[in-house]
């Protein structure tokens, strides 16, 4: 026995620790050997993650420990009691739920795994992932297990991507998140990881700010502490999490403040201050796992219709009205969305829709890997950002039939989905009910019917009063109408927290797409508060400082790695020391130069701070003794006068549009009679300029001209908001400033001074700014990228898919016998115990080469313990990543491997041509051993039998429940009639026969001898009595040859079905020669290989 001294963490390293296959001798030495230099090659201290990259990568001595994964059973955690297909379905379910694409990988799962699998893997991975977010789904309060992830995989082959998902799931807070008791996880990853001999002490991390996106990033970070547990044990304990917060309280811009108590009751009432609204539970919006499912606190859900007033004719404004101005404003936006910036697309691949929606893995192996493909400049097309994935499968599932936010009048959030509109404005007028001048229309048509854009950073305002402009030319607009116009400027205003003169024209609504479907709802009883609250609080109390004003954020990185890098000073004059900083400060406080960073943060964040605008949104709390509205609205509108001057000209509603332009009865969730009404817009400042008295007095005056029968009364309690003016917010959200595009949201969140000072809040988070689920994400990315800092990427294990065992080759896993799973395998279920070791045969040295060959094929090879135990010490790269490391994992020497002839080398004529296609310095082709024609035609093969697989899955899809069943055939032969009908008494006779003979009344007779007796009966009947059972025979024979007529008439009809099926959906679906079957049938008539 040998061992690894580290001082107290010392781990042993027994010869019962090494791999259990049969080894050479002297193969098992070199493997101590190396493991013992390796340990006292390094130099401490150093983390794991540092520790396993000075290995060359966690896979090669880790996996060669392969049966650790027999913990893992296949098809374990897939319900046995549902049909594929509607296992498929919560499955896809569950991937909208989470906000992944359910038939396309994630841009991050795609680079994550592009080098490890091919595009036939993608729809089992898939498969296995949806199924991973399913079993999350099914109970958010228990966190989902590696093992029961790896239990969504259906054949031990998938045990890799089961591995893969899983990571990439619970790293990026796809499952496993929010407030759940998360069980430290220790000795529970797969692989077993040498303890380093000399740990590092604990690391800090110091996270700045209190709010969503800094609770949830801490939560989440202790989480995954506690997930990889064994990732940590290169540090003398878990990093320990401090939050520094400004305030006297946490929250944040989530602020539920309280009410004045009633001396009557000890109820408490809150209201919101600042965020309030949920914009939609649907379509994996965070915080539905989070309110609904984690804490179940009580929700009031809004209506979708708003009642309208106008201040200046008192009283409501016709529905049709309403409509038409909303129409008129929602056609002015799609037209000036002409000069919106191009979505970004991202990379990523889709799976085969129909495997997936089958439930089905897709069979065969496969070609060469993703990674190889577009090295290899094949065209992966792009998809868009927010793509579901195929939507028409999805729609044939009714999936998506909250797929359009219902967004109400008084939206909220980007609630205009805009394209440029078909019809020409005149038309488009006309079918709206206003009367168009004709003359007017032909004289714009021969000038330009864009509003163009002014200047070179064109805003939204101009460019939509300009558009406004073109409408008046074209068709006369009341005075009422350009009231109704403006109370929608006010409420994009209010959605931007901004004048729409700050927007820029080209991405103000950049996030347009990403928002959750479903109805919006605000927290009853308590208030949006409770969930920071919850997030500091459960499962354990985070490490929160209030009062913790930060000023200064300094950073040296002359210091080694093993010393505290930064130091974080108070504007109390107190330090704290730390290795990792997650800034989650305002937008506004960023732009206040309030924080000093030394050294500066670069210039490029510097910009993107400048170029997005912060803007301000305030609300003023009015609380009466009794209700005067009406209380069935939710949301009551008001259409403001202007300010002053020309009613016609646009800038006299600009500062008077926001200005308690709404009020959102709050009645039913805060539980006294409450109306909270907005300024937004350039209306926003005026809360600090006027007096408190002034702004009570506007807003009575305002709500009697609503109301003009009723006596409107003084409010019995109120709160005015100056969020611009708090020192810790400096405005209420972020919004897309003239010169910002999405880039620059994406700049704030990325990370500094080498992976060391991170960026989190609402101002980070391109697809969702502005809110609360933004700010929680943002938490999530970034408690992902400070692990990842810390323990490092996501390492696959190698090959990432099994191939599919071939009779000539035994590979381990084929010997393995997995244990069928246990019947209910849902989460909770205790796993059965592991299957005994199995000693598996050895591995010749032909095999290795096929292997080899395979690999060089592109083929996933099982590389396996044998081929990892020949690896040499030294720094390499990843084999997650490397191609070339996935060469020299392949366990042969580099001489064996650099020497091709070993292989069957082409003839010299395909050589050549295959050298000078390449420009490589080889002298055999890509695919040594295989000629070009055989290459090809494994390709090809492989091409159609994977099309071929599709097209079956297509038909049993969709034609399976139309499949005739084959009739049972009624009996033929009168002696099983009469057996059939006369067993029992048959049998009652044996028995007593039997008993009389044994003198035992509980004996039983003998099946031999019932059957002796019934045979004895059915000889001595007459013929006429055996003719009742002839006859039956004969009935029987004319009915069988009926159905079996009906049958194969049916078999036919479905036959030509199923056929015409295939054709149209070959026709629909044609697999062509991809290109490098192309070229490897160019290749091979170049060189004439047969
Ligand atoms: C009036 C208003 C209405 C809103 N309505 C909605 C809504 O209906 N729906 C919705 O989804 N979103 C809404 N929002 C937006 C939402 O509140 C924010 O997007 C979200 O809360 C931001 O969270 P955060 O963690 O990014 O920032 P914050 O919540 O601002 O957290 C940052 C923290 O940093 C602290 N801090 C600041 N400076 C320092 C310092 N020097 N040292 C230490 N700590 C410091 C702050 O005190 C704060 O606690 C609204 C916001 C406002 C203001």
Same mark, same amino acid.
């Given at each position: 026995?040998?061992?690894?001294?580290?001082?107290?963490?010392?781990?042993?390293?027994?010869?019962?620790?090494?791999?259990?296959?049969?080894?050479?001798?002297?193969?098992?030495?070199?493997?101590?050997?190396?493991?013992?230099?390796?340990?006292?090659?390094?130099?401490?201290?150093?983390?794991?993650?540092?520790?396993?990259?000075?290995?060359?990568?966690?896979?090669?001595?880790?996996?060669? $420990?392969?049966?650790? =994964?027999? +913990?893992?059973?296949?098809? #374990?955690?897939? /319900?046995?009691?549902?049909?594929?297909? &509607?296992? !498929?379905?919560?499955?896809?379910?569950?991937?909208?739920?989470?906000?992944?694409?359910?038939?396309?990988?994630?841009?991050?799962?795609?680079?994550?795994?592009?080098?490890?699998?091919?595009?036939?893997?993608?729809?089992?991975?898939?498969?296995?992932?949806?199924?991973?977010?399913?079993?999350?789904?099914?109970?958010?309060? $228990?966190?989902?297990? =590696?093992? +029961?992830?790896?239990?969504? #995989?259906?054949? /031990?082959?998938?045990?890799?991507?089961? &591995?893969? !998902?899983?990571?990439?799931?619970?790293?990026?807070?796809?499952?496993?998140?929010?407030?759940?008791?998360?069980?430290?996880?220790?000795?529970?990853?797969?692989?077993?990881?040498?303890?380093?001999?000399?740990?590092?002490?604990?690391?800090?991390?110091?996270?700045?700010?209190?709010?969503?996106?800094?609770?949830?990033?801490?939560?989440?970070?202790?989480?995954?502490?506690?997930?990889?547990?064994?990732?940590?044990?290169?540090?003398?304990?878990?990093? &320990?999490?401090?939050?520094?917060?400004?305030?006297?309280?946490?929250?944040?811009?989530?602020?539920?403040?309280?009410?004045?108590?009633?001396?009557?009751?000890?109820?408490?009432?809150?209201?919101?201050?600042?965020?309030?609204?949920?914009?939609?539970?649907?379509?994996?919006?965070?915080?539905?796992?989070?309110?609904?499912?984690?804490?179940?606190?009580?929700?009031?859900?809004?209506?979708?219709?708003?009642?309208?007033?106008?201040?200046?004719?008192?009283?409501?404004?016709?529905?049709?009205?309403?409509?038409?101005?909303?129409?008129?404003?929602?056609?002015?936006?799609?037209?000036?969305?002409?000069?919106?910036?191009?979505?970004?697309?991202?990379?990523?691949?889709?799976?085969?829709?129909?495997?997936?929606?089958?439930?089905?893995?897709?069979?065969?192996?496969?070609?060469?890997?993703?990674?190889?493909?577009?090295?290899?400049?094949?065209?992966?097309?792009?998809?868009?950002?927010?793509?579901?994935?195929?939507?028409?499968?999805?729609?044939?599932?009714?999936?998506?039939?909250?797929?359009?936010?219902?967004?109400?009048?008084?939206?909220?959030?980007?609630?205009?989905?805009?394209?440029?509109?078909?019809?020409?404005?005149?038309?488009?007028?006309?079918?709206?009910?206003?009367?168009?001048?004709?003359?007017?229309?032909?004289?714009?048509?021969?000038?330009?019917?864009?509003?163009?854009?002014?200047?070179?950073?064109?805003?939204?305002?101009?460019?939509?009063?300009?558009?406004?402009?073109?409408?008046?030319?074209?068709?006369?607009?009341?005075?009422?109408?350009?009231?109704?116009?403006?109370?929608?400027?006010?409420?994009?205003?209010?959605?931007?927290?901004?004048?729409?003169?700050?927007?820029?024209?080209?991405?103000?609504?950049?996030?347009?797409?990403?928002?959750?479907?479903?109805?919006?709802?605000?927290?009853?009883?308590?208030?949006?508060?409770?969930?920071?609250?919850?997030?500091?609080?459960?499962?354990?109390?985070?490490?929160?400082?209030?009062?913790?004003?930060?000023?200064?954020?300094?950073?040296?990185?002359?210091?080694?790695?093993?010393?505290?890098?930064?130091?974080?000073?108070?504007?109390?004059?107190?330090?704290?020391?730390?290795?990792?900083?997650?800034?989650?400060?305002?937008?506004?406080?960023?732009?206040?130069?309030?924080?000093?960073?030394?050294?500066?943060?670069?210039?490029?964040?510097?910009?993107?701070?400048?170029?997005?605008?912060?803007?301000?949104?305030?609300?003023?709390?009015?609380?009466?003794?009794?209700?005067?509205?009406?209380?069935?609205?939710?949301?009551?509108?008001?259409?403001?006068?202007?300010?002053?001057?020309?009613?016609?000209?646009?800038?006299?509603?600009?500062?008077?549009?926001?200005?308690?332009?709404?009020?959102?009865?709050?009645?039913?969730?805060?539980?006294?009679?409450?109306?909270?009404?907005?300024?937004?817009?350039?209306?926003?400042?005026?809360?600090?300029?006027?007096?408190?008295?002034?702004?009570?007095?506007?807003?009575?005056?305002?709500?009697?001209?609503?109301?003009?029968?009723?006596?409107?009364?003084?409010?019995?309690?109120?709160?005015?908001?100056?969020?611009?003016?708090?020192?810790?917010?400096?405005?209420?959200?972020?919004?897309?400033?003239?010169?910002?595009?999405?880039?620059?949201?994406?700049?704030?969140?990325?990370?500094?001074?080498?992976?060391?000072?991170?960026?989190?809040?609402?101002?980070?988070?391109?697809?969702?700014?502005?809110?609360?689920?933004?700010?929680?994400?943002?938490?999530?990315?970034?408690?992902?990228?400070?692990?990842?800092?810390?323990?490092?990427?996501?390492?696959?294990?190698?090959?990432?898919?099994?191939?599919?065992?071939?009779?000539?080759?035994?590979?381990?896993?084929?010997?393995?016998?997995?244990?069928?799973?246990?019947?209910?395998?849902?989460?909770?279920?205790?796993?059965?115990?592991?299957?005994?070791?199995?000693?598996?045969?050895?591995?010749?040295?032909?095999?290795?080469?096929?292997?080899?060959?395979?690999?060089?094929?592109?083929?996933?090879?099982?590389?396996?313990?044998?081929?990892?135990?020949?690896?040499?010490?030294?720094?390499?790269?990843?084999?997650?990543?490397?191609?070339?490391?996935?060469?020299?994992?392949?366990?042969?020497?580099?001489?064996?491997?650099?020497?091709?002839?070993?292989?069957?080398?082409?003839?010299?004529?395909?050589?050549?041509?295959?050298?000078?296609?390449?420009?490589?310095?080889?002298?055999?082709?890509?695919?040594?051993?295989?000629?070009?024609?055989?290459?090809?035609?494994?390709?090809?093969?492989?091409?159609?039998?994977?099309?071929?697989?599709?097209?079956?899955?297509?038909?049993?899809?969709?034609?399976?429940?139309?499949?005739?069943?084959?009739?049972?055939?009624?009996?033929?032969?009168?002696?099983?009639?009469?057996?059939?009908?006369?067993?029992?008494?048959?049998?009652?006779?044996?028995?007593?026969?039997?008993?009389?003979?044994?003198?035992?009344?509980?004996?039983?007779?003998?099946?031999?001898?019932?059957?002796?007796?019934?045979?004895?009966?059915?000889?001595?009947?007459?013929?006429?009595?055996?003719?009742?059972?002839?006859?039956?025979?004969?009935?029987?024979?004319?009915?069988?040859?009926?159905?079996?007529?009906?049958?194969?008439?049916?078999?036919?009809?479905?036959?030509?079905?199923?056929?015409?099926?295939?054709?149209?959906?070959?026709?629909?679906?044609?697999?062509?020669?991809?290109?490098?079957?192309?070229?490897?049938?160019?290749?091979?008539?170049?060189?004439?290989?047969?």
């Amino acid at each position: 026995m040998s061992s690894i001294d580290s001082n107290n963490s010392s781990v042993a390293i027994a010869t019962s620790d090494l791999p259990q296959f049969p080894l050479p001798e002297q193969d098992q030495e070199e493997l101590l050997k190396v493991m013992m230099e390796e340990s006292d090659y390094v130099d401490p201290p150093m983390t794991r993650s540092e520790y396993i990259a000075s290995l060359g990568g966690l896979p090669d001595l880790v996996t060669t $420990v392969p049966y650790n =994964r027999l +913990e893992y059973f296949a098809k #374990a955690s897939i /319900p046995s009691d549902i049909t594929p297909e &509607e296992y !498929a379905r919560k499955g896809i379910a569950a991937a909208i739920a989470s906000r992944l694409p359910p038939f396309a990988l994630h841009p991050l799962e795609y680079s994550l795994l592009k080098s490890g699998i091919n595009h036939l893997h993608v729809s089992t991975y898939l498969n296995i992932r949806n199924g991973i977010l399913f079993l999350w789904c099914m109970n958010h309060h $228990v966190t989902v297990t =590696r093992t +029961e992830a790896a239990g969504c #995989a259906r054949d /031990p082959r998938f045990f890799g991507l089961a &591995e893969a !998902a899983f990571e990439f799931l619970v790293r990026h807070g796809y499952i496993n998140f929010g407030v759940i008791d998360v069980p430290r996880c220790r000795n529970n990853f797969p692989y077993q990881l040498p303890i380093p001999p000399d740990r590092r002490p604990r690391l800090r991390i110091v996270v700045i700010g209190a709010g969503m996106s800094g609770l949830g990033c801490a939560r989440q970070l202790d989480g995954l502490c506690k997930q990889y547990d064994d990732f940590l044990t290169g540090y003398e304990d878990s990093p &320990e999490i401090v939050i520094l917060e400004a305030r006297s309280r946490i929250g944040g811009r989530v602020y539920s403040a309280m009410l004045k108590k009633d001396p009557t009751d000890t109820k408490i009432f809150k209201v919101d201050l600042g965020a309030q609204i949920i914009t939609g539970f649907s379509h994996g919006n965070p915080m539905s796992v989070l309110i609904r499912k984690q804490l179940g606190l009580p929700c009031y859900q809004l209506k979708d219709a708003g009642e309208l007033y106008d201040e200046v004719t008192g009283g409501s404004i016709s529905r049709s009205l309403d409509k038409r101005a909303e129409e008129l404003f929602n056609d002015m936006l799609d037209r000036v969305s002409t000069y919106r910036a191009p979505p970004i697309l991202q990379h990523t691949v889709e799976g085969d829709a129909s495997f997936v929606l089958a439930g089905k893995d897709p069979s065969g192996e496969g070609g060469r890997t993703i990674g190889r493909m577009e090295a290899n400049s094949a065209d992966v097309p792009p998809l868009e950002p927010s793509s579901l994935g195929s939507k028409a499968a999805l729609k044939s599932l009714d999936l998506l039939r909250e797929s359009t936010p219902s967004a109400p009048k008084m939206t909220f959030g980007r609630p205009y989905g805009s394209k440029a509109p078909q019809t020409a404005l005149d038309v488009k007028l006309e079918q709206l009910g206003f009367s168009v001048s004709k003359s007017a229309c032909s004289q714009l048509a021969n000038t330009t019917t864009d509003p163009l854009p002014k200047g070179n950073a064109p805003t939204l305002g101009a460019t939509l009063d300009g558009q406004l402009e073109i409408v008046r030319k074209v068709c006369e607009l009341t005075d009422q109408d350009l009231r109704l116009l403006n109370w929608h400027y006010a409420n994009l205003e209010y959605a931007n927290a901004s004048a729409v003169h700050n927007l820029s024209l080209g991405s103000w609504d950049q996030d347009d797409g990403n928002e959750f479907a479903g109805k919006h709802c605000m927290v009853q009883d308590g208030g949006y508060m409770q969930v920071p609250r919850a997030l500091y609080l459960f499962p354990s109390k985070l490490d929160v400082r209030l009062k913790s004003i930060v000023k200064e954020i300094k950073y040296d990185s002359t210091k080694d790695n093993s010393r505290k890098k930064y130091n974080v000073v108070l504007e109390s004059g107190e330090n704290l020391s730390a290795d990792r900083v997650i800034c989650t400060l305002p937008l506004g406080v960023l732009k206040a130069n309030s924080v000093k960073f030394t050294p500066e943060l670069p210039e490029i964040k510097r910009n993107s701070i400048q170029n997005l605008g912060f803007g301000v949104l305030n609300k003023v709390v009015l609380v009466y003794d009794h209700c005067f509205w009406d209380a069935d609205s939710d949301l009551i509108g008001v259409a403001r006068d202007r300010n002053s001057g020309d009613y016609m000209a646009q800038d006299s509603y600009v500062q008077s549009r926001g200005r308690f332009y709404m009020f959102w009865n709050c009645t039913n969730v805060v539980g006294k009679y409450c109306l909270v009404a907005l300024m937004a817009g350039a209306a926003a400042f005026e809360t600090s300029i006027q007096p408190d008295n002034v702004l009570i007095r506007d807003a009575t005056h305002v709500l009697s001209r609503m109301y003009p029968h009723v006596s409107v009364p003084h409010p019995t309690e109120t709160i005015i908001t100056k969020w611009h003016m708090d020192p810790f917010a400096h405005g209420a959200y972020s919004y897309v400033g003239p010169n910002a595009t999405g880039q620059d949201y994406d700049n704030l969140a990325s990370s500094s001074n080498d992976d060391t000072l991170f960026f989190a809040g609402e101002a980070t988070s391109r697809t969702h700014p502005a809110t609360v689920h933004g700010a929680y994400l943002s938490g999530l990315r970034v408690a992902e990228e400070v692990f990842r800092s810390i323990v490092g990427d996501v390492t696959l294990s190698s090959p990432l898919v099994k191939p599919k065992p071939k009779p000539n080759m035994p590979l381990q896993t084929e010997t393995v016998t997995f244990p069928p799973p246990p019947k209910s395998a849902y989460v909770g279920d205790v796993p059965p115990p592991p299957p005994k070791p199995v000693v598996l045969p050895q591995i010749s040295l032909e095999e290795l080469l096929l292997r080899e060959r395979m690999e060089a094929d592109g083929e996933s090879s099982n590389s396996g313990a044998v081929i990892t135990k020949r690896r040499k010490p030294g720094p390499r790269p990843r084999t997650k990543t490397s191609e070339s490391s996935t060469t020299s994992v392949s366990g042969l020497p580099r001489t064996i491997q650099s020497n091709g002839m070993l292989l069957t080398a082409p003839t010299g004529k395909s050589a050549t041509s295959s050298r000078s296609q390449q420009g490589g310095p080889s002298n055999i082709s890509r695919h040594e051993g295989l000629t070009h024609l055989a290459r090809y035609r494994q390709l090809k093969n492989n091409r159609m039998s994977a099309h071929q697989s599709a097209c079956d899955t297509a038909v049993t899809v969709m034609l399976r429940h139309e499949q005739p069943m084959k009739p049972e055939k009624a009996q033929l032969n009168p002696y099983i009639i009469y057996q059939k009908r006369n067993w029992e008494s048959c049998r009652a006779q044996a028995d007593s026969q039997r008993q009389q003979v044994l003198r035992d009344p509980t004996s039983r007779a003998p099946m031999a001898d019932i059957r002796a007796l019934l045979g004895q009966q059915w000889r001595s009947l007459t013929d006429t009595q055996k003719q009742e059972y002839i006859d039956e025979t004969n009935r029987n024979r004319i009915e069988n040859e009926r159905r079996m007529e009906e049958y194969n008439k049916r078999v036919a009809e479905y036959e030509a079905k199923v056929q015409k099926f295939r054709d149209d959906w070959l026709q629909q679906n044609p697999s062509f020669e991809s290109e490098e079957e192309q070229k490897e049938l160019a290749l091979a008539k170049l060189g004439g290989v047969a």
